[in-house]
């Protein structure tokens, strides 16, 4: 008889750079998985010491202030991950063990963004030092799947490219038998997902907010032009509609990043004028692994689809 595992025995693992991109970008997954019952881990590779500070409030914890933005994004991460229903979470290497690298564009006008001689900045890390914290994690939690992404981190930010770098570069390593056997006992993620936003959703929900007399939320996309970041519906291979429960949790999730999402900014602007249930769809690439069974569009609707 084939013993398949039941969710208890299923675990998802999600690697990513700052407090908030979980959310953001697997929130209803997250949220859905953890009230299945299945394992799910996040590791955080930075605090977000860096980001912007959208709370005027707390803007003396900014990184050329006080630099107190990391250990109140700890608590903001806290807070959403009780959201989310999720209870596993790791910095990677530890709390602070890795700085957030910060942007050149910050929106503010001060560019925080460490150079390259910042040792302490997670773009700059040694590969192998920093995947050798993920592979511990690998072999300890040993999940089926595995979640970060694409090649370019989504939209370009320094960190997020480390983060996949990191997480490709640990899963093989895992793998091995012979490395590093004080890291744990090998273990093999079956299959790799890269998170991704659908073109053709973002292209519906353009319409929808244009229709709706929308012209400032992605001021400047045309609904009928190109879709910067998005992934063409052939390129997709799972996606999870979460349901309304999760949406609502990962807009609560989201919302308790404070810091750095306002309810009256573009995240929230699509389900403020076409509903939330938008953000309880999450869509995914397949970058290790076969695809399981799939519905009439062609994608999974699981994660653990064919394990
Ligand atoms: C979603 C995400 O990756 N946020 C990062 C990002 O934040 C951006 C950054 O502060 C930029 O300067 C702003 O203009 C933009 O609006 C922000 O989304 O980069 C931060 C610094 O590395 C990081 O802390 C934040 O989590
Ligand atoms: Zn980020």
Not at 201 to 225: Q, S, V
Request: charged residues 25%; negative net charge; proline residues 5%.
């Amino acid at each position: 008889m084939t013993v398949t595992p039941s969710t208890h025995d299923q675990r998802l693992l999600l690697v990513h750079a700052h407090p908030d991109d979980e959310s953001i970008g697997q929130g209803a997954t997250m949220a859905r998985y953890a009230a299945q019952g299945r394992g799910v881990t996040l590791v955080t590779c930075t605090a977000g010491e860096m980001g912007e500070i959208l709370v005027p409030e707390l803007e003396h914890l900014a990184a050329d202030r006080t630099d107190g933005l990391g250990e109140h994004r700890r608590g903001e991460l806290a807070d959403a991950m009780a959201e989310l229903g999720v209870t596993d979470h790791r910095f990677l290497g530890g709390f602070g063990r890795y700085r957030d690298s910060g942007m050149k564009w910050h929106a503010d006008g001060h560019a925080i963004a460490a150079d390259e001689t910042d040792e302490r900045a997670f773009a700059n890390a040694d590969l192998t030092e920093a995947a050798d914290h993920l592979v511990a994690v690998l072999r300890e939690v040993r999940p089926q799947v595995l979640v970060t992404y694409d090649q370019f981190g989504g939209y370009g930010h320094p960190d997020h490219i480390q983060a996949h770098r990191v997480a490709m570069y640990a899963s093989q390593l895992a793998a091995v038998p012979s490395y590093r056997r004080d890291l744990g006992e090998a273990h093999e993620v079956a299959k790799i997902y890269w998170g991704a936003m659908s073109q053709s959703r973002m292209r519906e929900g353009l319409r929808r907010l244009r229709a709706a007399g929308d012209t400032t939320t992605f001021e400047g996309m045309d609904p009928e032009g190109p879709i910067p970041m998005a992934s063409p519906d052939e390129d997709l291979a799972a996606v999870v509609d979460a349901g309304p429960e999760a949406a609502e949790a990962k807009m609560a999730a989201m919302r308790a990043h404070a810091t750095q999402i306002t309810v009256d900014g573009p995240f929230f602007a699509l389900s403020n004028n076409i509903g939330n249930e938008i953000w309880g769809v999450e869509h995914y690439r397949l970058a290790k692994g076969t695809q399981g069974p799939v519905g009439p569009d062609g994608l999974e609707t699981d994660l653990f689809a064919g394990l």
